[in-house]
């Protein structure tokens, strides 16, 4: 299962490790890389299932916390995907990446400036984190606020001015506004 899952073999993994986990229902590595499988080839209830499963033998591990917060926000559940996300960050305190995938949630569930709002303050944080302003440029931009946009993808290139991705969204960002 592991050797199909490491060559994107989703569906051999998926067999595999399905058997491997029932015969084996106590071990965590192969749960987790079934869940795995299941978000990879968009089986978010499956994944939520063995996730929930998981958090019943291992409450207190934030790692399974996210991937199931991850897991219900893919699915469209994403009220529980908030209260879980929350959780594991009761349990990782300061995480920027979960505190960015809260915010990202929240905008998924309708709290459009609430996660806004998340996203600008992580990004400009004492050290900015490049992944929340990449999603706080998408979504400004998707939401027409474009000067907003310009703002963080100027940002983003004088942080790292080499990375031809960054300077695109500057570029589509500069286009939007009709500069």
Do not use: C
């Not at 965590?28 to 994944?47: C, D, H, K, S, W």
């Not at 893919?74 to 908030?82: N, Y």
Request: proline residues 4%.
């Amino acid at each position: 299962g592991i050797a199909n899952y490491s060559m994107n073999n989703f569906e051999s993994a998926r067999s595999h490790l399905e058997a491997y986990v029932q015969a084996s229902p106590n071990e965590l590595a192969p749960q987790r890389i079934l869940a795995t499988v299941y978000m990879r080839t968009g089986e978010f209830r499956n994944a939520v299932n063995i996730l929930k499963n998981m958090l019943a033998i291992w409450p207190d591990d934030p790692q399974l916390l996210n991937m199931l917060a991850q897991a219900y926000d893919k699915a469209g559940d994403h009220q529980l995907s908030i209260l879980t996300f929350e959780k594991a960050l009761n349990q990782s305190k300061d995480n920027p990446r979960l505190q960015e995938q809260l915010a990202i949630s929240k905008m998924n569930a309708g709290f459009l400036e609430q996660g806004l709002s998340e996203l600008n303050n992580l990004f400009f944080a004492d050290e900015p984190n490049t992944s929340s302003g990449l999603a706080l440029a998408v979504t400004l931009l998707n939401q027409q606020k474009y000067n907003e946009a310009i703002k963080i993808t100027r940002e983003l290139v004088e942080q790292n001015p080499g990375d031809i991705a960054k300077q695109n969204l500057l570029a589509i960002s500069l286009v939007s506004l009709g500069e």
